[in-house]
């Protein structure tokens, strides 16, 4: 299976300043038909997980542009320019290339 | 508006069984492949199964297969999971899951308590 390993996993930030979690894997997410299916997850507290950015650097519609997806092959990056308090909570990432799909531990953001 | 309500989860004792349904609406069902993700209390995130849109394939993490078994009714606009001999560590939180590649919309889970 494909593991993926996310750093920091606690992450204090002041409000106002930006944010990175990274998320790496243990093999290449190209797919064969050229896209790299990684995922970024949000789950606020008390609540299902909400996507945030698809195929590695898409956001979704009403997704913040504060929000920002980036890497390749097997290391991969979510930016949060500004964060907000509305930004708290647990983000995964999750790969879909390869059987069986597979998420990271979960990075928990919290305010300082 | 999409939506996907989970139900049929509950208390059941080791061994047991338990029918997972999600119910669909807002999109046409029959097009997309559906998921099940799981959610233990106070831990991450762990894919269960996916299905195809027409129910021609299935996908199973190791551990969880010949237990557990995905199936769909597009008829029904519904997904299903069947559960089969639970153990105390499948206790968790049951999430339904459009999509089976970089899933956009859950529902809002049902949780399944394996004990005696």
């Known amino acids: 299976d494909v593991v993926m390993t996310q750093s920091p996993l606690s992450l204090p930030v002041t409000l106002g300043q930006p944010a990175s979690i990274s998320c790496r894997s243990s093999?290449?997410?190209?797919?064969?038909?050229?896209?790299?299916?990684l995922t970024w997850f949000l789950q606020r507290p008390g609540q299902s997980p909400r996507r945030l950015i698809y195929?590695?650097?898409n956001r979704d519609s009403g997704v913040p542009d504060r929000f920002s997806g980036s890497g390749s092959g097997t290391d991969f990056t979510l930016e949060i320019s500004r964060v907000e308090a509305e930004d708290v909570g647990i983000y995964y990432c999750m790969q879909g290339t390869h059987w069986p799909r597979t998420f990271g531990q979960g990075t928990k953001v919290e305010i300082k | 508006e999409v939506q996907l309500v989970e139900s049929g989860g509950g208390l059941v004792q080791p061994g047991g069984s338990l029918r997972l349904s999600c119910a669909a609406s807002g999109f046409t069902f029959s097009t997309y492949s559906m998921s099940w993700v799981r959610q233990a209390p106070g831990k991450g995130l762990e894919w269960v199964a996916s299905i195809k849109s027409d129910g021609s394939q299935k996908y199973y993490v190791d551990s969880m297969k010949g237990r557990f078994t995905i199936s769909r009714d597009n008829a029904k606009n519904s997904l299903y999971l069947q559960m089969n001999s639970l153990r105390a560590e499948d206790t968790a939180v049951y999430y339904c899951m459009r999509g089976m590649t970089s899933s956009d919309y859950w529902g809002q889970g049902t949780l399944v308590t394996v004990s005696s």
């Open positions: 195929k590695l650097s």
């Open positions: 093999q290449s997410l190209v797919h064969s038909d050229g896209n790299a299916y």
